[in-house]
């Protein structure tokens, strides 16, 4: 069910209990702001999310409000990522779903990382 982005932060969403350490993840990379872990149904050989630590519900949120210094990391942790997994010279893809339209499920800011076979179109439909 596609959540609406203008709602507060929602303490019990899944991503807050993973970075509480109350549900397990598989970590692909962590630093002060950022914790990164494979997406538990890929979509794609490989498919991270990456999160800021922050409570942010969506990109809108995290632009609006997020700290100089927690977006800069962000920033570089998605690049960091993406090279460290060798990534780079054979293509990837990012992707934020914000909000209903683009089918946001879950309440905490996440970039897709997407990699490992073409990757299609830009858009489905
Ligand atoms: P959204 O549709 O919000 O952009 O993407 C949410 C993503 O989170 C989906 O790709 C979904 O498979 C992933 N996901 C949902 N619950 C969990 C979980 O408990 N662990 C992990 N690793 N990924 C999850």
Request: glycine share 10%.
């Amino acid at each position: 069910m596609p959540i609406d982005a203008t709602r507060p932060y929602d303490e019990s969403n899944i991503f807050a209990r993973i970075l509480r350490g109350e549900l397990p993840c598989s970590k692909v990379y962590e630093d002060e702001h950022v914790l990164a872990f494979n997406d538990i149904r890929p979509l794609a050989p490989t498919h991270v999310l990456v999160i800021p630590k922050g409570a942010y519900v969506s990109w809108d949120d995290f632009s609006a409000r997020g700290s100089d210094e927690e977006i800069a990391a962000f920033v570089r942790a998605v690049g960091r990522i993406a090279r460290e997994q060798g990534l780079v010279a054979p293509g990837y893809r990012l992707l934020a779903n914000i909000g209903e339209a683009a089918g946001q499920e879950v309440p905490h800011l996440h970039v897709h990382i997407f990699a490992g076979r073409g990757l299609g179109p830009m858009l489905a439909g």
